[in-house]
């Protein structure tokens, strides 16, 4: 058998609500799994205190993300607490093509959007373990107002409906655990036989 790198990369989906500690999971996922791309979001929204262009997000003004709309230049965007988030579709499919897997970390909305062009990706949805450690992680950010905190509980309890349609999900409790889970996915889903097809070639 030729084992080589597989022909396609896989697309990965992660969403969950605001203060489930996504940001975390994720650093802890690749910094053991440096294989994987993670597709920096364009955003309008402002940075947050330790934020940086070109790392957390893209930060770009409302004019130029209708710019990108316009121009069909997004696979996905969402507006989202009054400002829009969207992923550039052009990085992505060059990844994909060289046999790169892509970590898209995209809210719920944004996430239907993929799944009717990609129903191919791999859907993961992050909880928290209960409302009430979200709220206690909301408040000990303390980047929002009381106001917008429980704008974002309201909104982590309809997008927790929407559980159903995704193919994982996974319990923040920990963020290694978290993080060991996801790669426990990401390796059965490389197992798969589609994923593998190269490797049987020519037996």
Not at 73 to 89: D, H
Not at 129 to 153: G, K, Q, Y
């Given at each position: 058998m030729?084992?080589?790198?597989?022909?396609?990369?896989?697309?990965?989906?992660?969403?969950?609500?605001?203060?489930?500690?996504k940001?975390?999971?994720?650093a802890e996922l690749?910094?053991?799994?440096?294989?994987?791309?993670f597709s920096v979001?364009?955003?309008?929204r402002?940075?947050?205190?330790?934020?940086?262009?070109?790392?957390?997000?893209n930060?770009?003004?409302?004019?130029e993300?209708?710019?990108?709309i316009?121009g069909?230049?997004?696979?996905e965007?969402?507006?989202y607490?009054?400002?829009?988030?969207?992923?550039?579709?052009?990085?992505i499919?060059?990844?994909?093509?060289k046999?790169?897997?892509?970590l898209?970390d995209?809210e719920?909305?944004?996430?239907?959007?993929?799944?009717?062009?990609?129903?191919?990706a791999?859907?993961?949805?992050?909880?928290?373990?209960?409302?009430?450690?979200?709220?206690?992680r909301?408040?000990?950010?303390?980047?929002?107002?009381?106001e917008?905190?429980?704008d974002?509980?309201?909104k982590?309890?309809?997008?927790?409906?929407?559980?159903?349609?995704?193919?994982?999900?996974?319990v923040?409790?920990?963020?290694?655990?978290?993080?060991?889970?996801i790669?426990?996915?990401?390796?059965?889903?490389?197992?798969r036989?589609?994923?593998?097809?190269?490797?049987?070639?020519?037996?």
């Amino acid at each position: 058998m030729n084992v080589q790198k597989k022909k396609r990369g896989e697309l990965i989906v992660l969403s969950g609500p605001s203060g489930v500690g996504k940001s975390t999971v994720i650093a802890e996922l690749l910094s053991e799994r440096s294989d994987i791309h993670f597709s920096v979001s364009f955003t309008t929204r402002s940075p947050r205190v330790g934020e940086a262009d070109g790392v957390n997000y893209n930060f770009v003004t409302r004019e130029e993300f209708e710019r990108m709309i316009a121009g069909d230049e997004l696979l996905e965007y969402a507006e989202y607490v009054g400002n829009y988030y969207g992923t550039s579709l052009k990085v992505i499919q060059e990844k994909l093509d060289k046999g790169i897997d892509v970590l898209l970390d995209i809210e719920v909305q944004g996430a239907a959007k993929v799944r009717q062009k990609c129903p191919e990706a791999v859907f993961i949805f992050i909880m928290p373990p209960s409302f009430e450690e979200l709220s206690r992680r909301l408040h000990r950010r303390n980047t929002d107002s009381e106001e917008v905190i429980a704008d974002r509980l309201t909104k982590a309890q309809q997008e927790c409906r929407q559980i159903p349609q995704y193919d994982y999900l996974v319990v923040n409790d920990t963020v290694t655990a978290a993080a060991h889970e996801i790669i426990a996915i990401l390796t059965a889903e490389g197992c798969r036989v589609k994923n593998r097809t190269h490797l049987i070639e020519g037996v």
